[in-house]
């Protein structure tokens, strides 16, 4: 791992700036401790990086290929390219994370796994990693998102998961993570908890960003320059966490992060939760979210069930108050159209998630000379529904 | 003025009956009304739970009265409207608790400045760590006479109990068990040897169970260990289903409190 770390990064107490922290109540305590304490050398240790670095090669297929899109380059008049996360065994960036938060629960000697979903591509990355593992694994996913998932539902079970549907609130990401929650106080001993994004209590966005920082890593080795643009999709973050990682520092490198807008960020209807949000409590982190004047936090809507969160995590809401990162967002309408257009163009069907990132293209000024990477997250074979709606409407 | 929970715990060292129940539920105006009864019934301390849209660490019955209580369209705004003449009615210890976000979107000076006010004795917030508290937060709740109530689980290290005890915490709350509220009743062996434990570091503060404390069986062995006991969810059970409150709560004080 670098030794050299960058401001932008958590501080000793899990902070970004104002943001981040620990805050959970005392029955988790013990369960963070423990992590806290373990996760920075089990992920530094020989064996972790041999097993770790050995399955992201050969089980998952990496490095991902860096592919340089002349047909969206010609339309958007720069030079675009994509970092192929899609092209992962499990079909999205998830499989980077579970595959070492599964091993560090190995190493802690845990022997059952809970994991929250909402697109499903985290419980499938994580159910696929147990069942090679071995390890028992339950999943909570809202019961709108089991419903607008179906496919990923059914790859879970395959893989040998128990799907637990959450039925509060919108049924959706926020809720799963609650009842997952829920599910570690009362588990306090045999579990771990394999968070999907860059939220939850400290050391969860700091592990989870390290463990996608591979995406960045790699960008820097496939190019032959610093681009002038990256830029991702957040619901939570983690995907756009790793394609950053490594140019946080390279200030003169754009970073653009693409929330989901919904119907409008103006709209109710909307889960762009830093420009629509305050700052708060989520799971366990402060930062940005969306929340009604008394501090309820607000239901949020988008077609994408991985962007569907009311929250960001706390690494992003310091990038966008520091003017590190510029934040977009991309409606419904918008990313449909970015998912159609790269079908076309280029023979990708990207995850509803990705598209957003790809509808933010036609709302950068770039200049003929524009290096751009656009982090493909994932692929779109979950969405079809949706698509196929689309192309009969 | 002293604060009314150190009070309370040093006249009475055994016993001490502790109720939770939701604001603005069964119904929106219910609070004081609930409050009143209860300390007519005789219960000793009070906690009144702002209601979250995210309870993590509740169970159902908890998580589904804060969902009823804000359908009702409680807010801590009008919780402290529905408290204001309190201390003309009620004269036990009364604390808030509730999670941290709607109280620091309150604004927490704020809000200390109202829970004195209105006659608020302490607070508990689950997901305030006590460093956080510490370091934020521990002047302004001074300056305001409020406790701030910690939790200690199974797997608190004695060290950090023992910290809290040289602080002025008004009560440690015991939670019985590692669970969501509600999702365990009942005392095992496990549980006792646990109790028995933070029985013999004597500590200086008052310590009360709470989770899974559902009627005088569970009522009176928590007791055996601890000052008192605190009960959430069966309370809550008791008046989520109609019928008169005034004696749903005398009916439900009176079967906790039967003496073995
Ligand atoms: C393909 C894909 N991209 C992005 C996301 C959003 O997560 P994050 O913001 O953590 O990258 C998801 C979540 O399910 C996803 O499946």
């Known amino acids: 791992m670098d030794k050299h770390r960058s401001k932008y990064l958590a501080n000793e107490d899990g902070y970004y700036g104002d943001f981040g922290g620990a805050f959970i109540p005392e029955l988790l305590q013990h369960n963070i401790d423990e992590l806290k304490a373990n996760w920075e050398q089990i992920i530094e240790s020989d064996s972790f990086q041999k097993e770790y670095v050995k399955l992201l090669k050969d089980y998952v297929g990496r490095p991902s290929p860096l592919y340089f899109s002349q047909r969206l380059s010609d339309k958007y008049n720069a030079q675009i390219y994509l970092k192929r996360e899609d092209l992962n065994h499990t079909g999205s960036h998830k499989v980077n994370n579970t595959i070492g938060q599964v091993l560090i629960a190995k190493q802690l000697g845990k022997s059952r796994i809970i994991a929250e979903t909402g697109a499903g591509q985290h419980g499938v990355a994580t159910a696929t990693i147990c069942a090679l593992m071995g390890l028992e694994c339950v999943v909570y996913m809202g019961a709108t998102d089991i419903a607008r998932q179906a496919p990923n539902v059914a790859r879970m079970k395959m893989l040998g998961a128990e799907v637990r549907a959450a039925e509060s609130g919108n049924k959706t990401l926020k809720d799963a993570t609650n009842e997952a929650i829920r599910d570690w106080i009362n588990h306090p001993t045999d579990t771990f908890y394999v968070i999907g994004s860059v939220v939850g209590p400290h050391p969860y966005p700091d592990m989870v960003a390290q463990l996608q920082s591979v995406i960045s890593k790699e960008i820097k080795e496939q190019m032959s320059q610093l681009p002038n643009y990256v830029v991702a999709c957040v619901g939570g973050g983690s995907n756009a966490a790793g394609a950053f990682y490594h140019f946080l520092d390279n200030e003169e490198v754009e970073l653009v992060a693409v929330e989901a807008a919904g119907m409008g960020v103006e709209t109710a209807e909307t889960a762009a939760s830093i420009a629509q949000g305050n700052v708060g409590f989520i799971h366990g982190s402060k930062t940005l979210l969306m929340q009604d004047e008394d501090g309820q936090i607000t239901e949020p809507y988008s077609i994408s069930a991985g962007l569907d969160y009311p929250g960001i995590g706390p690494l992003h809401a310091n990038l966008y108050t520091q003017k590190r990162a510029t934040v977009m967002n991309a409606t419904d309408e918008e990313a449909l159209q970015a998912a159609f257009e790269l079908t076309q163009l280029e023979g990708i069907i990207p995850a509803l998630e990705s598209a957003h990132a790809l509808a933010a293209l036609p709302k950068l000024a770039l200049k003929p000379t524009d290096v751009v990477v656009v982090n493909l997250s994932g692929r779109g074979d979950k969405d079809m529904e949706t698509y196929i709606a689309k192309m009969n409407s | ?260």
């Open chain 2, 1 to 260: 003025m002293d604060n009314r929970i150190d009070v309370l715990f040093r006249e009475k060292k055994e016993n001490v009956l502790t109720i939770y129940f939701p604001a603005g539920f069964p119904e929106l105006n219910d609070t004081l009304s609930i409050l009143v009864e209860l300390e007519k019934a005789g219960a000793d301390v009070v906690e009144i739970g702002i209601p979250f849209s995210d309870p993590l660490a509740d169970g159902e019955t908890i998580e589904m009265a804060s969902q009823k209580a804000l359908q009702n369209g409680i807010s801590l705004k009008l919780l402290f409207e529905q408290l204001k003449e309190m201390r003309k009615y009620v004269s036990i210890p009364v604390l808030l608790m509730g999670y941290l976000n709607p109280v620091y979107r309150y604004g927490i000076e704020q809000f200390c400045v109202d829970c004195k006010a209105v006659g608020i004795d302490g607070v508990i917030l689950p997901d305030l760590p006590m460093r956080e508290y510490r370091k934020n937060y521990q002047t302004i709740f001074h300056k305001n006479g409020l406790k701030n109530v910690p939790l200690i689980t199974p797997q608190t290290p004695v060290e950090r109990i023992e910290e809290l005890d040289k602080e002025e915490h008004g009560f440690i709350y015991v939670v019985a068990s590692s669970a969501t509220t509600g999702a365990k009743s009942g005392i095992s062996k496990e549980q006792e040897d646990y109790f028995a434990r933070i029985k013999a570091l004597q500590l200086k503060t008052p310590t009360q169970i709470g989770f899974g404390i559902a009627d005088s069986a569970s009522f009176n062995k928590a007791c055996e260990f601890t000052s008192g006991a605190i009960i959430g969810s069966a309370f809550v059970k008791a008046i989520q289903n109609g019928g008169e409150l005034a004696v749903n709560v005398k009916n439900f004080v009176e079967f906790v409190k039967v003496i073995k």
